[in-house]
């Protein structure tokens, strides 16, 4: 071989062995400090993204909260304010004194009062009250509308009216469902 060839050759092993020291060192670079370091980039962008949508819920969320506070304030002011005050079911018989009581200051004659099984709600509780009896067109008119004014907290489910139309001084008879609201008892229903 000749000499030339031989340096040649020499140097070619040299290059070629340099290329692969260098090769392998930029992998092992790249696997040893550039690809983790690019990972966690990906990564820290990433949780950066998830940060940011985080933020923006907790301020949407935030501002909600605040608006829901004003709107409970507002709420409890005003039943605070409110002359209505809801009673226990168990008073249910000096209700229905006082019921008797205005129908019977209104000219109607009460033949029947009776209360129903109580109706469990989250707020409150419902006591039905059934009224049947008889007068005049207009004494009954003017009981309902007493009604709503001493008994704010009840309310007309359901009436019947029955009597002579030609004749509106005539008695008729009425049946009348009441829904009268209570406080909740112990034990009803709770959020």
């Known amino acids: 071989m000749n000499p030339i060839s031989t340096a040649h050759w020499k140097l070619w092993r040299i290059y070629a062995t340099g290329a692969a020291v260098c090769a392998a060192l930029t992998v092992a670079v790249y696997f040893a400090g550039i690809r983790p370091v690019f990972h966690a980039h990906q990564h820290r962008t990433l949780q950066q ?3 940011k949508d985080q933020r923006r819920l907790a301020s949407e969320l935030a501002a909600s909260l605040s608006t829901l506070r004003r709107d409970v304030a507002s709420v409890t002011q005003a039943l605070d304010e409110s002359p209505l005050r809801l009673e226990p079911a168990g008073h249910i018989n000096q209700r229905l004194a006082r019921l008797t009581e205005l129908a019977t200051n209104h000219g109607l004659e ?17 006591v039905p009250v059934h009224l049947a009896g008889e007068g005049t067109y207009q004494t009954y008119a003017a009981f309902i509308h007493q009604l709503h004014r001493k008994f704010p907290d009840t309310g007309v489910s359901s009436f019947e009216l029955s009597g002579n139309p030609s004749d509106p001084d005539d008695t008729a008879t009425f049946r009348l469902n009441l829904a009268w609201y209570t406080i909740p008892a112990a034990g009803s229903v709770q959020d």
């Open 110 to 126: 009460i033949h029947q009062i009776q209360p129903g099984q109580v109706q469990r709600d989250v707020h409150y509780d419902i």
């Open 49 to 51: 993204a998830k940060l």
